[in-house]
């Protein structure tokens, strides 16, 4: 008798394929890297200089041992600039990709689903939002917001801090919190139009998904649309989602950049990394290394993110062959 063979998940099958893509794994490792020293190393003691603390006398330093990286023009410390703006750079790309994913996949499992006039129409609004111009509607979406953004912030480190907290606490948990509170209106801005693309990719699965026997057999069984839809067809869509999610999150990231670049994005005096690009690029010529730094760690993130996102189309392909 021969032994029996143990059967193994898609899921698993398809971590095997990723295991093998060395571009894949090496875009994990180093973002893993870069998502622990943004993330983590802030919160790590005084490891950090003040990345906000300006000292004229220590201007443009070279990279050395009490500046990694070197100074910028008004002496601050590069090294803890770049991971500050990092840690904002990666929320943007995160929290604004997870909105745009989020409201791109009940437009298009509704509309692949629901079929009829419901798709028409809804397609119909998909194509009309493609037309606008992209990046004015952005800008003015994030001005109309603005306003909201002081009471978040307070509302925020009231929440964190307690009302009762003494000021240097207040001032502390204000200095971490306002960063990200005061881009929410950016995150609801290019999240608000970033779902265009993916809504077209999950009714275009939803559609083909929902025509096969398995869903067939359970509407014969009674179960509810929506059980179905997200229960048995949008598990069995997540491959493309998954892609497409990857492959949003450099995009978004480039396109916060390209609004800090241009003085919409990050308020002064802090930083991401399309704001330390745009600071760089002005004293390029004196002090190359303000752009080289930030402009690096931009770039292998955005490079990590492409190469995973290819590796688990590769990967997630369900006509690739099982070994």
Same mark, same amino acid.
């Given at each position: ?50 990345? @906000? ?104 480190? @009231? ?146 993110? @492409? ?17």
């Amino acid at each position: 008798m021969t032994p029996e063979e143990k059967g193994t998940s898609l899921w698993y099958d398809a971590w095997l394929r990723l295991r093998r893509n060395r571009a894949a794994m090496v875009g994990i490792v180093i973002l893993a890297l870069i998502v622990f020293t943004c993330v983590v190393l802030p919160w790590v003691g005084d490891f950090l200089k003040d990345p @906000n603390k300006t000292d004229l006398v220590h201007r443009n330093l070279r990279p050395g041992s009490e500046h990694w990286f070197g100074t910028d023009h008004l002496g601050r410390d590069l090294f803890a600039r770049v991971i500050f703006g990092g840690r904002i750079s990666i929320a943007v790309g995160l929290i604004t990709t997870f909105v745009a994913v989020t409201i791109g996949v009940v437009w298009g499992a509704v509309a692949g689903y629901v079929g009829g006039s419901t798709d028409a129409l809804l397609m119909r609004i998909v194509d009309i939002l493609y037309a606008l111009p992209f990046l004015v509607i952005i800008i003015l979406l994030k001005k109309i917001l603005e306003p909201m953004t002081d009471d978040l912030t307070e509302s925020t480190v @009231n929440l964190i801090a307690g009302k009762e907290a003494p000021l240097k606490k207040l001032s502390d948990t204000r200095n971490w919190v306002e960063p990200l509170t005061t881009l929410v209106p950016v995150f609801i801005a290019i999240g608000a139009l970033s779902w265009l693309t993916v809504s077209r990719i999950v009714r275009a699965q939803v559609q083909s998904v929902a025509s096969l026997d398995y869903v067939e057999a359970a509407r014969s069984l009674g179960l509810g649309h929506l059980r179905i839809l997200f229960r048995h067809i949008l598990p069995n869509s997540l491959g493309p989602i998954i892609v497409y999610t990857t492959l949003t999150i450099p995009g978004v990231m480039m396109f916060e950049a390209t609004l800090s670049f241009l003085g919409l994005g990050v308020k002064a005096p802090n930083s991401s990394w399309g704001v330390l690009i745009q600071e760089g690029a002005n004293f390029m010529l004196t002090n190359p290394m303000q752009l080289f730094f930030p402009s690096l760690f931009f770039s292998l993130t955005l490079f990590s993110l @492409n190469f995973l996102g290819d590796g688990l189309r590769d990967a997630l392909d369900p006509k690739a062959s099982k070994d």
